[in-house]
């Protein structure tokens, strides 16, 4: 078998694992933001002890390597808790909560440097400070943030292949199975390197049209 | 005392172990302008953010109509019958001129959108500013960013209106639309306290003059007195105005 056709032969299997790599890193964006942007919050405006839980948090989940995040949930912690849950569920949610303490620094920043003015203006209204942060610093924040925070897609997508070791059907997982059958690693691997670069591509390509819709005159070139 | 607005009893305030109010007291009746000079660092800015608690007082008392706001517990409620002008306008930066104006009536008074929309054109018209009404803070010149400042404040229909340096920020060229803006709303019965370095302006428009300095209410008195004190009555002021007229 010459190259091209391991490759023709392998490609429907390997590509069918796409859908599980782009859907653990949909996932994972989700959780990452869902949890990251009110730890954001929370270490900004919330009080010493909040802000110091962050912290903790946010040290614990960066100091750690994913593949061990991994194996204590998933082989660790869920089985202790009872809980037989599927690799997928177990691999978004440690990429995501993972994301979520990078994404919270992300916010944590944008909404720093958010001039402190905004909120002394909106106080100065009568609005609460929850309405405030809600209606003047986040639509500005948010916006800050979405450069640095467009980096968590190329991770994200990278790191989804270590949910290769929880046995995750992502396309690292189908490749290698293919590889174990035709034993012509070099045409696979470069064929899956080349799913993920297109994907990288065609992700940051969305990231930077919605970071164009989203941009207001002015706003965040000072 | 029907028609008094604000009354300031013995206001200190310190930031560490610098006392930058020493005890300010005055009162401020319905149509009044008041405007507050003296050199910088001696509290001016302070005072008036103390008034709606954008820097919480140490000691002393502030009245706003018949109520006691120093320890008014929904100082949101308060606020809203302040309007406040800062030097940097702090205009949100992320929304138009018109939404600007708008935001605080749909997120505090709850008002409809159309009934926002309306009141909304309606102060910018008061300020002039209605074409720029799609315009974002970026896209206006420091003078309009201003006047929408002002149409923000105004459209809370506030008792007292406090200006923070509203020029200091300009280029002299820009002043003048602003301080026109102003003195319009002065002369339409709108109560003010403004602290401001136009001597010119607060001399034509200025019902009394307060001098601070050291955190204290030094001198005060009309702007004829003041301004064209003869008779030695107000040696501290007048030593701060050649000061300054001096340097112009």
Known sequence: MNSITIILESLPNI?????????????????????????????????????????????????????????????????????DLPAFFVGATVLGLRSAAYQSQTFRGALLSVDPGQ?????????????????????????????????????????????????????????????????????????????????NYLGMRGLHYIEKRCSIPGFGYR | MMDTVLRVSDLRKSFGSEEVLKGVSFEVRRCDVKVFIGPSGTGKSTLLRCLNRLVEPDSGQVWLGG?????????????????????????FDHLTALRNVEIALLKVLKMTKAEARELAMFELGRVGMERFADKYPAELSGGQAQRVSIARALAMSPEVMLFDEPTSALDPELTGEVLDVMRSLASGGMTMLIVSHEMEFANSVAGEILFMEGGVIAERGTPGDIFSDDGGSYPRAQAFLSRIMKQA
Do not use: K
């Open chain 1, 119 to 199: 909120m002394q203006a909106a106080r100065s209204l009568g609005m609460t400070r929850i309405t405030a942060i809600r209606s003047i610093i986040l639509p500005q924040a948010l916006r800050i943030a979405l450069p640095a925070w467009s980096n968590e897609y190329p991770i994200l997508l990278t790191d989804s292949s270590v949910c290769y070791a929880i046995g995750v059907m992502e396309m690292l997982t189908r490749a290698s199975f293919q590889v174990s059958r035709t034993s012509a690693p070099t045409p696979i691997y470069l064929a899956t390197a080349a799913i993920f670069i297109m994907l």
């Open chain 2, 67 to 91: 109520d006691e706001i120093t320890h008014e517990s929904d100082i949101d409620f308060v606020r809203r019958r302040m309007g406040m002008v800062f030097q940097n306008f702090y205009l």
């Open chain 1, 15 to 83: 590509a069918f694992g796409l859908f599980t790599t782009l859907g653990l890193v949909l996932a994972a964006l989700t959780v990452g933001f869902l949890v990251g942007l009110p730890l954001g919050v929370a270490q900004v405006y919330g009080g010493s002890l909040v802000s110091w839980c962050v912290g903790v948090y946010v040290w614990f989940l960066r100091g750690l390597p994913n593949l061990v995040l991994l194996f204590l949930f998933s082989f660790g912690i869920f089985p202790l808790l009872g809980l």
